[in-house]
Nanobody, 125 residues
Framework: QVQLVESGGGLVQPGGSLRLSCAASGFSLDSYAVGWFRQAPGKEREGVSCISTSNSATAYADSVKGRFTISRDNAKNTVYLQMNRLKPEDTAVYYC??????????????????WGQGTQVTVSS
């Protein structure tokens, strides 16, 4: 059974940090680009960051550049999203999904599939 499971979300104060994990089961992530996406209430799902099959090829939304870092550990079949200097506007449900490697730079939801169930991130004082 192909499955992606996100974890690591929670409640954090502005300026704080969280690390999200996207663990795959039933298939190997190392042949796929992986993306992190988020959806806030009343808004469309948007791309946050995507990574190709290696840690050297990444893409970020302008709103998170310099604050978020995506990485992957193919041995653990897991992709991470390190989120620093969090802001209230980062509050959303965060999802991971996969795509053919060539599509990582587009980092838009229609190009990705096998979505996980999401993990809630709330940034509030």
């Amino acid at each position: 059974q192909v499955q992606l499971v996100e974890s690591g979300g929670g409640l954090v104060q502005p300026g704080g940090s969280l690390r999200l994990s996207c663990a795959a089961s039933g298939f190997s992530l190392d042949s796929y680009a992986v993306g992190w996406f988020r959806q806030a209430p009343g808004k469309e799902r948007e791309g946050v960051s995507c990574i190709s099959t290696s840690n050297s090829a990444t893409a970020y939304a302008d709103s998170v550049k310099g604050r978020f870092t995506i990485s992957r550990d193919n041995a653990k079949n897991t992709v991470y999203l390190q989120m620093n200097r969090l802001k209230p506007e980062d509050t959303a449900v965060y999802y991971c999904a996969v795509a053919p490697p060539i599509l990582f730079r587009t980092c838009v939801p229609p190009n990705f599939g096998s979505w996980g169930q999401g993990t809630q991130v709330t940034v509030s004082s």
